[in-house]
């Protein structure tokens, strides 16, 4: 069993930057054994959306939305997934789940204030 626990949400002006993390435990030798790593996110009403994916093996792939403003990376030695997410706008504000293949973590509300 796989567990995952994002962390790094919180309150930011437009403009600002927050840097999620997700942090994975349990049966896990390498992060990179999953198949697709990857940050989603919610809003209000709406449903949920891919922001950034790790395949194995491949590069990042983002929504045109944060390409340029966001970026995904891994640390196996961390068990991480983490998010950098700069220039941050309104339109951000969302709760944002990690995944690594069918694993989901709880969210962590990222909210930006105009």
């Known amino acids: 069993q796989v567990h995952l626990v994002e962390s790094g949400g919180g309150l930011v002006q437009t403009g600002g930057s927050l840097r999620l993390s997700c942090a994975a435990s349990?049966?896990?030798?390498?992060?990179?054994?999953?198949?697709?790593m990857g940050w989603y996110r919610q809003a209000p009403g709406k449903q949920r959306e891919l922001v950034a994916t790790?395949?194995?093996?491949?590069?990042?792939k983002y929504a045109d939305s944060v390409k340029g403003r966001f970026t995904i990376s891994g640390d196996n030695a961390k068990k991480t997934v983490d998010l950098q997410m700069d220039s941050l706008k309104p339109e951000d504000t969302a709760v944002y789940y990690c995944?690594?293949?069918?694993?989901w973590g709880q969210g962590t509300q990222v909210t930006v204030s105009s």
């Open positions: 790790i395949f194995s093996g491949g590069l990042p």
């Open positions: 349990g049966s896990i030798v390498s992060i990179f054994s999953f198949n697709t």
């Open positions: 995944t690594m293949d069918s694993f």
